[in-house]
């Protein structure tokens, strides 16, 4: 799940960068596809090193001793995970040919100078004599043989890293088909690159079934190096299952032979190599075949060989380092992908790709092709040009006219009322007729608190009427202070009952506020005013 996870989030950057070009032919694949798995791509050696005695018993007794190092295989692997388990081919490690016959045949030419291909098929000579010490030297072995061979395999596998190891590192096989054409599985002994082990490849869950899938193929020819980076091609899947021969190839359009054409990649060394999904760029099978036939086995038959050698292919630190990289720059992203570049380097310092592609950023960063680049200065263009005026002028006058609208409003209430002419006989339209009064005047509103500049409101008691003061308007009791040496007004002269009859001991008042004292009052009840001053 992490590696499909990881794959599909590598792909939605892909898509992007893609999304802006040209529509493309059938065979044409989005550039970048492989960058996934080539970094996992590996150069795979095998070859016999022969130990072999010649007993030469015609003359007299000679013991020869020589060393060959007689070619097995050679092929492309890829690794699937950071130990280092390569998946490749069997026949690219192992043979069905028999190498002691090879090196009987080359130490009897050698010594008795003799004619005898040096091939690994079973030869005679004409002098019957060496013609039996030559049969008694090929395998098996016997009680008379004339030979004693002794045969060791060393596989190495040179990994995709720049500068390029020239010595690569030893793998030892811990699963063969036994079919020529199926799955191997190796593991390293000694040493492996990179203390986070060793770029992987993701596999895919399945082998698409439709006709004419687009796929990638990807291998080495020759040992890596920096005039020989890796071959990378394009191809396209027949529809169905594999078969017993393996998947084939069709060009949907039939431009290409594709089979004669991954055939001769086959056998320039690109056998046992990824086939490689166009989508996602995961490994769907491996390279099979040579000549004019070039095919595949599939994804499933690798997990298999996996499982039997419990070898668990899974992604590492640095495949997870390397797709978020790969993600900025197919994005163009550049600026941001020097940075992601680096720390792949830093895992793993030999890392091609992520060097190439570093390289690329670079050169690329800060430049109109840098798509952050882009973005920033199209942020800063819509930054200095601002929103736009006319949302601003329009709301600014809304909010005038509703101040002015607001103060023409409070004004009118404020004004005080026109006062009627001709007294109050007189009326608008001269209707009153004479001696007879006219409409009463319009009641006045009174202003709700705070309407005024400083209201003074009535605070109503159970307490006798307060004295008004003269010329107040109608209806606009106001609370005022008494002189405090003048005598209390004559309540009878406001038309109040006079309650100085009814107290005859004499009743007193607060000076201040006219509020009604107790005879032991020292202070007013009401304001705090003291009662004698």
Not at 195 to 220: C, M
Not at 295 to 323: H, W
Request: proline share 10%; net charge neutral.
């Amino acid at each position: 799940m992490r590696r499909s996870g990881s794959a599909l989030t590598l792909l939605g950057g892909l898509v992007l960068a893609v999304a802006a070009t040209a529509p493309a032919l059938a065979h044409e694949h989005p550039s970048g596809i492989t960058d996934l798995v080539t970094p996992a791509v590996v150069r795979i050696e095998a070859e016999a090193h022969v130990d072999i005695t010649l007993l030469d018993h015609i003359g007299e007794l000679v013991h020869v001793e020589r060393s060959y190092k007689v070619p097995i295989g050679s092929g492309t692997g890829t690794v699937v995970n950071p130990e280092g388990g390569v998946v490749t081919l069997t026949r690219v490690v192992k043979t069905g040919k028999d190498v002691a016959v090879y090196a009987a045949n080359k130490i009897f030419a050698e010594h008795h100078k003799v004619k005898i291909p040096l091939d690994f098929e079973r030869h005679t000579v004409k002098d019957d004599q060496l013609n039996r010490h030559l049969q008694e030297c090929y395998p098996p072995k016997q009680p008379t043989a004339t030979c004693i061979v002794d045969v060791t395999t060393e596989i190495r596998v040179f990994p995709n890293i720049s500068p390029a190891d020239k010595e690569g590192f030893k793998a030892e096989i811990v699963h063969a088909d036994p079919r020529p054409d199926g799955p191997a599985v190796l593991m390293p002994v000694g040493r492996a690159d990179g203390g986070a082990g060793l770029p992987t490849a993701p596999l895919a869950a399945a082998v698409p079934d439709k006709e004419g899938s687009p796929v990638a193929v990807a291998g080495f020819t020759g040992r890596p190096a920096a005039d020989l980076p890796e071959t990378v091609d394009i191809a396209h899947l027949r529809a169905g299952g594999a078969g017993e021969g393996g998947r084939r190839f069709k060009d949907p359009e039939n431009k290409v032979d594709e089979p004669r054409k991954l055939g001769a990649l086959v056998d320039r060394g690109l056998l046992g190599g990824p086939v490689i999904e166009d989508k996602k760029g995961e490994v769907v099978g491996l390279l099979i075949g040579g000549g004019r036939d070039g095919r595949m086995i599939g994804v499933r038959e690798i997990a298999k060989a996996l499982a039997e050698a419990r070898i668990t292919p899974r992604r590492g630190p640095i495949d997870a380092a390397f797709e978020q990289a790969l993600t900025r720059f197919h994005t163009k992203y550049y600026g941001d992908a020097v940075p992601a570049f680096q720390r792949v380097l830093e895992l793993y310092p030999g890392h091609t790709v992520a060097a190439a592609h570093l390289k690329t950023s670079q050169l690329k960063r800060g430049t109109a092709e840098d798509e952050g680049t882009r973005r920033a200065a199209a942020a800063t263009e819509d930054e200095g040009a601002g929103p736009p005026l006319w949302p601003l002028l329009a709301a600014g006058g809304v909010l005038v006219a509703a101040v002015v609208a607001g103060a023409l409003l409070l004004w009118r209430r404020r004004s005080p009322p026109e006062p009627v002419e001709g007294g109050s006989g007189a009326s608008r339209g001269g209707d009153t007729r004479p001696g007879e009064a006219g409409p009463p005047p319009p009641a006045l509103r009174r202003p709700a608190p705070g309407e005024t500049a400083d209201p003074t409101v009535v605070v109503s008691r159970s307490f006798p009427a307060l004295p008004k003061t003269s010329g107040t308007s109608p209806g606009r009791p106001v609370l005022v202070a008494r002189d405090p040496g003048a005598r209390p007004a004559d309540p009878a002269a406001h038309g109040q009952p006079d309650v100085r009859a009814a107290d005859p001991a004499g009743q007193k008042y607060c000076t201040a506020c006219g509020m009604r004292l107790g005879p032991a009052h020292r202070f007013c009840g009401y304001c705090g005013h003291p009662s004698e001053t």
